[in-house]
């Protein structure tokens, strides 16, 4: 399995609050991403990044930021949680921008 | 711009039957496509994949051909098992090397084989 952590791997939170959370990776891959899984919509990619420093917005990234700053971490940033952003977030590494591996996910829950 | 489409389910099987699960795609270019599989509680796992027209993905049993010809690449297994029961997860990618935007997604497909 490729060396992927997400942590925390569950949160509830308030409406308001500032949450981040955090990808680690010990593979050395290039490209990262932050997901989010919610029913009905499979996976939906809120960020990502090709290189330190480089990131780019998904499909659903308002209410999101992001930091590299490292290789090896990837920050997934709610800068004010609200309700809607209650979901299973999947961060996911690549080192060919083509086939990606998943982290086990972190489970929020935005009150 | 790139879409999915798969069959939602739930889909329900005895064990030993014939799975297929229908994957659809529009994608400018030549994606690669794929399979992924999530059992409860867990993360994706790669279950299969092919970058080009007419190659065939296999793990596990299952297969999977892409077919430009008819935009598919629908999963099959020849006899399931109580433990195939998951989540499964067509996927596309429309960069190869140069790009890096992320893999769209189908809804997912929930597959419950029964003893």
């Known amino acids: 399995d490729a060396g992927i952590t997400q942590s925390p791997r569950h949160k509830v939170t308030e409406t308001g609050t500032p949450v981040t959370l955090r990808c680690h990776q010990t593979?050395?891959?290039?490209?990262m991403y932050w997901y989010r899984q919610d029913p009905g919509h499979g996976l939906r990619l809120i960020h990502y990044?090709?290189?330190?420093?480089?990131?780019d917005k998904g499909e659903v990234s308002d209410g999101y930021s992001v930091s590299r700053s490292k290789t090896e971490d990837f920050l997934l940033t709610l800068e004010s949680a609200t309700s809607s952003q209650t979901s299973v977030y999947f961060c996911?590494?690549?080192?060919?921008?083509?086939?990606?591996?998943f982290g086990p996910g972190t489970r929020l829950t935005v009150l | 711009g790139n879409s999915v489409t798969q069959m939602e389910g739930p889909v329900t099987l005895s064990e030993e039957a014939f799975l297929t699960i229908n994957c659809t795609y529009t994608?400018?270019?030549?994606?690669?496509l794929f399979w992924y599989v999530q059992y409860p509680g867990e993360g994706l796992q790669l279950l299969l994949k092919?970058?080009?027209?007419?190659d065939k993905g296999s793990n596990k049993g299952f297969e999977a051909t892409y077919r430009k010809e008819t935009t598919s690449f629908h999963l099959e297994k020849g006899s399931v098992q109580v433990s195939d029961s998951a989540v499964y997860f067509c996927?596309?990618?429309?960069?190869?090397?140069?790009?890096?935007?992320?893999?769209?997604f189908g809804k997912g497909t929930h597959l419950i084989i029964q003893p």
């Open positions: 996911a590494i690549s080192d060919t921008a083509d086939t990606q591996y």
């Open positions: 994608a400018t270019g030549y994606p690669s």
């Open positions: 593979e050395n891959h290039r490209y």
């Open positions: 996927a596309l990618s429309a960069t190869s090397g140069g790009g890096a935007d992320g893999l769209t």
């Open positions: 990044s090709y290189g330190v420093k480089d990131t």
């Open positions: 092919a970058t080009k027209a007419d």
